[in-house]
C-alpha cells in the first residue's frame, strides 16, 4: 500500500489536458455536440429577452412588431416566455447531446483499457482515475458550453437586429444577456459532468489485470 501515492491537483490537470491535446479530433467531436446543443439553448432566450426589450420599449406598436417576427404574444402581455415548441426542442437536444457525450466517453474508456490498467499497476488509486475523467469532462464542458453560449448569443442579437432593426441594440438588456450567457454555460458544464459519470466510475473500478488482458 506504500506505493499508492496521490498526486497533486496541478498534475492531474496536466495530465487531463495533454490527454484532450492528444485525442483532439475526438474531442472536439464530443465538445461541437455541446457546442450546438448549448448555442441553440442560448439563441432562444436571448432572442426572446431582446423580444421582451422591443415590446416594453415600443408601445403598442411593439405587438404588431412581434406578431410579425413570428412571436405568438396576445394584446397585454409584458413578457414572452419560452413556447411549449420551444422547451421540447431543447430538452430533447440537451437529452441528445447527453447521449451522445456518455457515447462518446464509453469509447475513450475502451480505447485506453490498456493506458488505464498501467497506471493502475503503477499505483493509481481509483479516485485518481476517476478525477481524470472528470477533469477532462470539465475542461470540455467549460469551453464548449461558453463557446456555444456566445455563438447562440451573436447569432440571437444578428437575427433580432435583421427583425426588428438596429434600434434593438439601444434597448438590449446587456446584464440579462450576460446572466444568459453564464447560466447556459452552466447548464453545459452540468451535462458535460453528468454524461462523464457512467463512463469513469467503470473506469475506475476497472481491474489492473482486466485492463491490460484486453488486445489491440
Not at 498526486?7 to 487531463?16: C, D, Q, T, W, Y
Not at 412588431?65 to 414572452?80: C, F, K, N, V, W
Not at 469532462?137 to 426588428?164: N, W
Request: with cysteine.
Amino acid at each position: 500500500m506504500d506505493r499508492l501515492v496521490e498526486l497533486p491537483f496541478g498534475k492531474s490537470v496536466e495530465i487531463a489536458y495533454k490527454s484532450i491535446r492528444a485525442r483532439f479530433f475526438r474531442s472536439l467531436i464530443t465538445t461541437l455536440s455541446l457546442v450546438l446543443a448549448i448555442a441553440f439553448l442560448c439563441y432562444v432566450q436571448t432572442g426572446n429577452l431582446i423580444a421582451e426589450a422591443v415590446l416594453q420599449h415600443n408601445g403598442e406598436e411593439a405587438y404588431r412588431i412581434l406578431e410579425r417576427a413570428g412571436y405568438d404574444i396576445e394584446p397585454g402581455a409584458t413578457s414572452i416566455g419560452d413556447s411549449a415548441k420551444q422547451r421540447w426542442i431543447i430538452i430533447l437536444s440537451l437529452l441528445v447531446c447527453v447521449v451522445g457525450i456518455v457515447n462518446a466517453q464509453l469509447m475513450a474508456v475502451t480505447e485506453r483499457f490498456r493506458e488505464i490498467g498501467t497506471m493502475k499497476c503503477l499505483g493509481a488509486l481509483n479516485r485518481f482515475i476517476l478525477r481524470l475523467f472528470v477533469l477532462e469532462a470539465s475542461i470540455q464542458g467549460l469551453a464548449g458550453a461558453f463557446a456555444g453560449a456566445m455563438i447562440g448569443a451573436v447569432f440571437a442579437l444578428i437575427s433580432s437586429t435583421f427583425q426588428f432593426g438596429s434600434t434593438v441594440l439601444a434597448s438590449l438588456p446587456y446584464t440579462q444577456v450576460a446572466a444568459t450567457i453564464g447560466a447556459a454555460t452552466a447548464v453545459g458544464c452540468f451535462l458535460s459532468l453528468a454524461g462523464v459519470t457512467y463512463p469513469a466510475i467503470k473506469a475506475a473500478t476497472m481491474e489492473p489485470v482486466e485492463a491490460m488482458r484486453v488486445e489491440e
